[in-house]
């Protein structure tokens, strides 16, 4: 198989019909782009997901005077109460499951309130003893948190026990429907790439049915006719794969890396160069394994010569 001469008929066909090509490029490039940043997506939300998962604490909240859900009655948790809730933390029971407890009274609350709302309609107005003592529990494992609920909702002084991953589970709703809208968008992009590239290699084919038939005539067989059309889809959309692999670098070294993470809090979780340069080869594979399947199959089924 002369090499030159499939080469010459790859540029011969797309040079003829460039406005399909360039119409492959762009639907390949745009749903490739939605296809990595999906990936992307969901990368981040298991990394987040890992970030958060291992700080987040259930937090058990004592009675004020001031409170009166859970086992509260307009009454101050006392000393007993609490040392009771210390023991059954320590207890042989709860002990396995929890990592690390941290205790915080009233005007340590009161100073977590203050960095976390200053300068809002709340800053001034809270006191201090108005703020519940609470103990901040670090868990083994946090999938485990409904062990330490049911154990410490019913003691005396006990106002509530809160899993904080409760405040997190929305968000993740949220990305993981951004990120499944995302995979819709790109499916249906990508069967539009296919069918571009279809029909491309069709009307390919169709402007050169009289060269074809020579070429049949001559004694060429059915792989050197049909290479040259599958990699005229190959390589448009080869062109847009490289495109949507450099937008999606260039989305996680300038928007992840650079604005996000000189904007969100330090220490936040965010993937880096190293997750980025994964999804390469993953769209430039996808790009080129559909066009060159699309362009097999228009090309089998519909070229008459």
């Known amino acids: 198989m002369r090499l030159g ?29 939605f ?30 005077d001031i409170d009166t859900t859970g ?14 809730v210390k023991q059954q933390l320590d207890s042989a029971t709860l002990a396995p499951y929890i990592n690390a407890v941290q205790f915080e009274n009233h005007e340590e609350a009161y100073a977590n309130f203050q960095e976390q709302f200053a300068d809002t309609a709340f800053d001034g107005i809270i006191k201090p003893e108005s703020l519940p003592e609470n103990f901040r529990v670090n868990l083994v494992d946090p999938e485990q948190a409904d062990v330490l609920i049911e154990s410490l909702s019913g ?8 899993d904080q991953r409760a405040y997190l589970n929305p968000i993740f709703a949220i990305l993981n429907a951004a990120s499944f809208t995302a995979i819709g968008v790109a499916a249906l992009m990508l069967v539009a790439a296919v069918l571009l ?33 599958i ?19 260039a989305i996680v070294h300038f928007f992840v890396r650079g604005y ?32 060159a399947l699309s362009a097999g199959v228009a090309i089998s089924r519909y070229l008459k010569v």
């Open 71 to 84: 086992n509260c009655t307009l009454t101050e948790a006392t000393d007993d109460q609490i040392d009771a």
């Open 231 to 249: 990699l005229e889809g190959v390589f448009s959309a080869l062109i847009g794969s490289v495109l949507a692999a450099g937008t999606i670098v």
């Open 155 to 162: 003691l005396a002084g006990v106002e509530s026990v809160e």
């Open 35 to 64: 296809v990595g940043a999906s990936i992307l997506l969901q990368m981040q939300i298991g990394q987040m997901k890992g970030y958060w998962n291992d700080r987040a604490q259930v937090i058990v909240y004592l009675c004020t």
């Open 5 to 33: 001469l499939i080469l010459g008929e790859v540029g011969s066909g797309l040079r003829r019909n460039l406005s399909m090509v360039v119409s492959v490029v762009l639907v390949t490039f745009i749903s490739l782009t």
């Open 260 to 291: 996000l993470g000189s904007t969100l809090p330090l220490g936040t979780s965010l993937l880096g160069m190293q997750e980025a340069l994964l999804v390469v080869p993953v769209l430039i594979g996808v790009g080129a394994g559909l066009a």
């Open 197 to 229: 590239i279809a029909t491309t290699i069709r009307l390919s084919a169709f402007s050169r049915r009289r060269e074809l038939g020579i070429m049949r005539l001559v004694g060429a067989s059915n792989r050197f006719i049909q290479t040259p059309f």
